[in-house]
């Protein structure tokens, strides 16, 4: 079979991911990465900063955002944009592992990790993850440059909207929905409607509400020991 070509934009840990699980899918020929500097990723080809890609469209048409998503989306956003206006195409990418049941739909750029749950009726927007081993039931719904982290839980029929992110073994019940760019810490519980901007912590989870509008005039922070 032949292999189609594809460039991932962006080092680290996420990029690794990516290709470890494109890799093990077969399907792809990973031409090499682009970031600010050379992360010496082993066996992956460094090709230089961002500045490279429009040459790099001239014979590849496939690219990955694999920049992860922690404290912002902001920098997944800006890439898809610049991927876009250059022509790339930014294929959904699902594990080898992931099960992914009927009637679900994935926004381009997506990307579902190793042993991941993905239940019948979801629905997933563009340039989102969902993690290693997260699980998000029927009929959920989660938005744009969404991030649900390593073992996770949505339950069905939750929401979760534009550039949220929903830490690492976090649970939101049945039913909940969470507003745009929400930070859900690691472990917490979600049992209530949380507003966009909010940052979610504990079990029973405790809410602080403009989170994100406080963070930028330097009076947000993370309660310690979340």
Known sequence: MKKTDIVLVGGGGHAKVVYGTLLRLGAWNIIGY???????????????????LKDLFKTVKHAAVTVGHMKSYELRDVLYRKLKGIGFSLPAITAKSAVVMQNVKVGEGTFIGEQSYVGPDVRIGVMS???????????????????????????GNTAVGNGSFVGMGSSVVNGVSIGKEVIVVAGAVVRKRVKDESLVYGNPCKIITNYQQRAH???GHIPAGS
Not at 137 to 150: A, D, K, P, T
């Open 129 to 155: 993850i969902v993690n290693t081993g997260a699980v998000v039931e029927h009929e959920s719904e989660i938005g744009n440059f969404v991030h649900v982290s390593i073992n996770a839980t949505l339950a």
């Open 34 to 52: 682009t970031d600010i500097e050379d992360k010496k990723i082993p066996g992956l080809k460094y090709l230089g900063t961002d500045e490279i």
């Open 217 to 219: 005039t330097g009076r």
